[in-house]
């Protein structure tokens, strides 16, 4: 079992910069791709980025650009770097594990709680 743990999310105004982190516990995740998603109010999930075990991403093309994901695998950590924040990118943030890259929310295994990010204009 893996433990997700996100936290950074907060109020914001347009334009601002954000880090998101995810920390996790049970195992390590050097060996699983993670993936950030997001889920706005009235709408679907939809994926936002993915960073391999390698170091590998890809990205949504609507914060492609924007939105760069890392990881630190001997602190069990990934992160989400926002910049250049829009009021689309209100929602709350998940982080995921998956044994493979994929964009799809239903290769992912493990799940965190989510982490609120508004942002403002």
């Known amino acids: 079992q893996v433990q997700l743990v996100e936290s950074g999310g907060k109020w914001v105004q347009v334009g601002d910069s954000l880090r998101l982190s995810c920390v996790a516990s049970?195992?390590?995740?050097?060996?699983?791709?993670m993936g950030w998603f997001r889920q706005a109010p009235g709408k679907e999930r939809e994926f936002v980025g993915t960073?391999?075990?390698?170091?590998?991403?890809m990205y949504a093309e609507s914060v492609k650009g924007r939105f760069t994901i890392s990881r630190d695998n001997p602190k069990n950590t990934v992160y989400l770097q926002m910049n250049s924040l829009k009021p689309e990118d209100t929602a709350v943030y998940y982080c995921?594990?998956?044994?493979?890259?994929?964009?799809?929310?239903?290769?992912?295994?493990?799940w965190g709680q989510g982490t609120q990010v508004t942002v403002s204009s």
């Open positions: 995921a594990a998956a044994t493979a890259l994929s964009d799809n929310s239903g290769d992912y295994d493990y």
């Open positions: 049970g195992r390590y995740i050097a060996a699983y791709a």
């Open positions: 960073i391999s075990w390698t170091g590998d991403a």
